[in-house]
Each structure stands twice: as C-alpha cells, then as structure tokens.
C-alpha cells in the first residue's frame, strides 16, 4: 500500500459526503463506529485486510464527525430580521471595495442578547472607516437580501451557507459603526496583516491598473480588476494566475529556501522559518484552502527530506485533505477546494499517462505536460461551474506561469524592504507592475484571437460524470496502457464528444426568457431551431447588472453566437449593454425600429465597426424566423413622430397557435394608436408597456391583447412602477400578472401548440 494517507483520506472525504447527504442521528453514528471496532478485532489476525478495516473506521469515525459537526453548527439567529444591532469583533482583514470596506464579523449578540454561539457574517461599512482585525465594533444596520433571480447567476447565499457566514450586514444606509475596543486579535495575525498594510503602502506609489493587478497576482485579490478585466482572464484561461494557489506557493518556496542557502541557515532551522513565512502567507491571502493544501505538501517534502523519508505527493495530498477537512468539514463543499485538490490530482494522475504516450524529450516538456495534465482534468468541471473553456490556455499557460514566478519572486523582496521603508518597497515593485501589464496585454491579445473560448453551459452533473468515466478508463485500463496512440486519440475524442453541442439536449420548443436585470428589459429567446436571440439588452449604467445577469445567463445556456438582437429604442435601461454583448458574443444581426434610426447612431457605429448587419423595421414587415416561427412588427410606422418612448417598437412573435407580444416602453398615444388599429395584436402572453408606469394603463389596448397571462419586467425604482391601478385591473380580470421583482426570471415555454410559465424564484 504506496500511498495510505491518500486512500485514508479519500475514506474519509466519502464518508463526509455521505454524512452531508444522508440523514443520521447521534445513535446510528454510534452503532456504525461499534460495527467497525468490532470488525477490528474479529479480523485482527488477518494481516492482509487489516488496512481495509482501518478504511472502514474511518469512514464511521467520519460519518459520525460530519453529523456531529451538522448537530453543534449554531442555526441562523438572523431569519426574517431586517435591521438589528449586532455586537462582535472583526476577525480578518477589511479590504476596499469600489464603494465599501468589507470584513469578517463574529456576531456575540444580537439586540443586546448574547447568541449561544457566535455566528459570522459579512459587514460593510463605510470605506473611509478606520477599523481593523480585532477591533471589538457594535454595528447598527440592516440585512442585504442575497437571492438571485436568474438562472445561471451566482448563488451568493449559498456561497455564504458553505463558508459558514450567516447573512451580510450594511451599515452605509443609515446605520452605525462604534468602536468598543482595539487589537482584540491573534497576535501572529495582527503581525501578518501589518506586514500586508505596510506593503500595500508600497503599492500605493504604482498607478492604481497595475498595483490592482499585482494586489491579483500576489494576494489573489481581484477586487480592483474591473469586469471587463475578469471576462479576459476566463476567456484567456489564466484566471488561476490571480487565485493564490500551489503555483505562488511553489515559488514562495523556492524563494525562501534559495535565501535560506544564501544565509547559510540550517535545514531544521531553514525549515522552520519556512514553515512561519508560509502561516504568515497564507494569513495575508485570507487562508484559502489552495494556499493551505499547497503549503502543507511543501512542509511535508521539506519533512521528509529533512528526515530522510520518501517522497509520495499522494500522501502528501491526503496529508493536506484530512487536516483541512477535520479543521471545517464545510471546506469540502467550496468550489476552491474542490479545484485546488482537482488540480493537482489531475496533474499526479495524468503526468505518467502523458509520459507514457510521448516518452520523446523536448525541451520545456515537463512545464507544457503538467500545464496539459491540469487542462485535462479542470476543463469538464470549469466548464460546468464556469460556462468557459479556453483553448488559448493550453499554448500561454506556461508562459503565464514563468511570468507569475517573476512577479511573485520580485514581490517577495519587495514585501522585505516595505518593511524598513515603504518607498523603498516600491522601488522593487516598478518592474512587478510592468510584468503584470505585459502578462495581462498578453493574456487580453490571445483572448481575442479566433477561437480562444467557447461558452459551453449545455450539460448537467450526469454528463460530467460521464466524460470523467471515460478519461479514468483512458488513462487506468491494462488494455491500453501500451497502446499509445490509441490511447491518445480517444482522450482526443472524449473532448471533441464533450465540446460540440448535444444534439439530444437542444430543446426544441419556443423558449422565452424575460430576465430579472432591475429597472429595465433584458428577454433572451431560444428558437427551435436551436438559434438565439435578444429583444433589448438591458443596462449598462451599472456594469454589475449586466455581468450578474445577462452574462451568466447567456454562459449557462452555452450561448456562443446571437443571430438576432432587436432593440426597442435606445433608452439606457434598453439597449444600453449592446456594446458590451458585441465584445462578449458572436452577434450576427440587429434590428431597430426604422422612425428611430437617428436615435441608435451610437449603435450604428458599433454595429459597423463589429460587422454586425443592421435592419430597419416598420409596422407591417413581418420576420421569418425559421420553423414556423414569425415576428410582426406593428410599430412604429416609418414616418412615426415623437419621444423615443413613443416610437418603442412593438411586436408580435408567434409559433403555431401560441403567441406573445413585445411592447418596449410604448405608452400613452401609441397605445391608443394601437388598441384602434384593425391589426391582430392579441397575444397569448403579454409584456406590459414600460415597467407598468401609469401611462402604460389602457383598457382598450389590454381588451385588444386579451392575454391569458401578463409580464411585467420591473426592478426597485423611484417612479411608482407597476402602478397600482394596472395590477387592480388584472387582479379583477383573474389574468396571472408576473413581476421579474418578485418572482426572478419568468420563463415562457411553447411547442406551438398550448405554454407554460415557470419562475425561477
């Protein structure tokens, strides 16, 4: 048995699983752990299976871990609360948002009554608040809500619930912060993060681009790299550059151990101090589970090479997994531990495989075979969290990752001499910055060449246990061990298989999505045909909107190229994300209303400088759209007068016997013009005029509709929208009125014959 801790550990991280699953109580966990001891000691004499006894107790032993832990985790104090005055203590670094300091606190009471255990939360104060870890504060707020509202969006409550924070609390509106004590904290923690704060005022003389890329690379903070920054790393495939992980914690190593040699220090000593730089690192970098697995194997090869044992990177592996996950079971549950241990299993996994397949040397092979082996076995689950694979990482990843050990080798003496003088520190850092730029110029070039990514969102948790079947049964069965190149091209056609679209999952049907983006329109529409398309594109105001909303939507539903984007009219909250859509996707047409045309010249430009094809519609065209379905357009006429909001294009799209109508921000005159007109506009669903306002109210145009069902995209805004008066009218008709506020994405779904409506909330 080469590798018992691993396997140890692997048992135990089964039986975590099992215990997070399945239902159990403190009684049959004590029954599953008599069965193994018992079990021990009828077959002690058996030398030969021993080994699998001792994996059966630890599986009980883990089992009834995980329920204990599940029994003792305090419930959330927090439920149904929207203000409260919380008294507790800052337990980690706050760090600068773009509008907020944000940091860790341990709630101790709530309202003046002491909690039975303390929970955490995350807090937001001010970002000019002088506070720091340990500082003992009474916080007077309110709770932020954390549901999302879209498919495919971020889940940040449920990223709150397995990092065992119970809610964020604001104190910026109308709240208050009072400090009740100072420097309560650990003082190793306190001496980490003065290092930190002494360093960032090094980073301080740097223009504010490349500090914030440096503050990425060598703290994993990416808080001051903005959207559009973000999309190039996934779509570059460089992203685990700015995510501290065993590669910084590898050259941090070879750094430490290099300066160690050159001060002649000894190797207990030397290994030591490594030991206490490594805490102090991963202190700065907020403990994640990459940096803590990473520097635990490094202790354990300076361990065994110290006292002469045997290296075996499995163990060492499993060594990290047992010590992370009996500190917090939960950790198993953090998308970070998974990919930091999937990465480098993938890696000690697939290197001999690659070794077998081309034993040829070259020069840089093992650089380019373990940037490979990690591809191989990150891509399907990337894919799967992210909705990104980048094909670009396969050629730039190993000089993105000599680029990082530059930068990380160049902070580190520079992190030395912030100490003494900040502007010193500075010095060292001119050239890091100028390494981040180039690494980050790199990275933005190969993101725009053709074919870099793909967006591929079309698959569920069966299919990617499925593709890594298939990889195990390559890289493990007998029969192709020795069969090179077959072995090679079937690795080639699992990934081929796993890239292109799945025929069998394209849903064939009209699919309509009327997205939750706030105060604005935002409908993505799958046709049966397999094509896409937008009718508006939201807003882009605030960039968060679209990133949080459209973008993951789109991703989630392996959305690589939209064939058509109509646009109403050109109000912000409308069309005002089209310009960041023609970066981030393949658009091959758009459509504007043709009396409008002198409004979208910004639009023009772009769509011409993107080649993108432009159409002008009018009332009266009607739109093909392939297997049976159609868009009418009713308004505007080419020679309409008036505000934008009047010449708001309407439209109906219909599939067989089901029908919609899209009707912008159309209101007042228009839709008088428009219930006394002689065309059909009934529709079977309908989505009310601009957000619901008082002037989208009218009775004879809602007559002519007659829907069986109304949408009303609408977000938190100041104009009273939906009004009052309109949701009386479909409450009275007894017509379902949904509300994106309220009930998240609203989803349409038609084969063309009968709907159906579903929410996501």
Known sequence: MTSPVFLTAI??????????????????CAV???????????????????????????????????????????ENPFIDREEA?????????????????????????????????????????????????????????????????????????????????????????????????????NILLTLAYAVKHRFEQSLSYLPPDRAALIRGIFFGDTSGIDHNGNIILSQSGIRHCFAVSGLHVGYVLLFLNALGLLLKIGPKTRTVLIAICLFSYAAITGFSPSVMRASIMCLMVLGATLFGRERNSFNGLGMAMLILLLWDPLYLLQTGFQLSFLAIFSILTLMPWLNRCIPRSFPGKEMIFVTVAAQIGMIPVLAYLFHTVSFVAFLISSICCLLVGAIVILCLPALIFSLIAPICGSILLIPCGILCRILYD????????????????????????????AIAAVVFLPQLKAKRSLSLLLMTAIFVVFLLPLPFLQKHELEITFLSIGEGDAI???LPSGEEMLMDAGDMRNGDITYYTIRPFLLSEGINDIETVFLS????????????LCESFRIEEVCIPAAA???????????????????????????????????????????????????????????GDFSVLFTGDIEGGGLRALGENDADISADVLKIPHHGSKNSFDSDFYTAVDPSAVVISVGKNNYGHPDKKLLSYWQKAQIPCYRTDLNGAVTVTSNGKGYEITTYR
């Open 11 to 28: 048992t135990y991280l089964l039986s975590l699983v099992g215990s997070f699953f399945l239902e159990g109580s403190v009684f049959s």
């Open 32 to 74: 599953l752990i008599f069965a193994a001891l018992l079990i021990a000691i009828l077959i002690r004499r058996f030398r030969s299976k021993t080994f699998f006894c001792w994996l059966f107790l630890i599986f009980a032993l883990g089992f009834g871990y995980g329920e204990f832990r599940e029994d003792i985790t305090a």
């Open 85 to 185: 005055v919380l008294t507790g203590e800052i337990i980690n670094d706050p760090t600068k948002t773009e509008s907020s300091l944000k940091y860790r606190f341990r709630v101790t009471s709530l309202d003046g009554a002491e909690l039975k255990r303390p929970v955490n939360v995350v807090a937001l104060s001010q970002k000019d608040s002088a506070l720091k870890y340990g500082d003992e504060l009474r916080l007077t707020g309110s709770f932020l809500l954390s549901e999302t509202a879209n498919p495919g969006s971020f889940d940040y409550g449920d990223f709150q619930s397995k990092s065992r924070l119970y809610g964020s609390f604001s104190t910026l509106y109308g709240g208050d912060v009072t400090v009740l004590g100072r420097g309560n904290g």
């Open 442 to 469: 790199f990275a933005a070039v190969c993101s725009k060449l053709p074919f870099a990514y793909i967006y591929k969102g079309d698959f569920g948790w069966l299919w990617l246990l499925l593709i890594y079947t």
């Open 524 to 526: 993505c529409i799958s």
């Open 569 to 580: 009219h050109n109000d912000e909250d409308h069309s005002g994300a089209f310009s960041y």
């Open 597 to 655: 045309s002198d409004e979208f010249s910004d639009k023009l430009i772009l769509a011409n400088a993107e080649n993108i094809e432009v159409s002008m519609v009018s009332a009266g065209d009607i739109l093909d759209l392939g297997d049976g379905v159609t868009i009418e357009i009713f308004w505007p006429y080419p020679d309409g007068e008036g505000e934008k909001n009047q010449l708001s294009l309407v439209a109906k799209m219909s599939y």
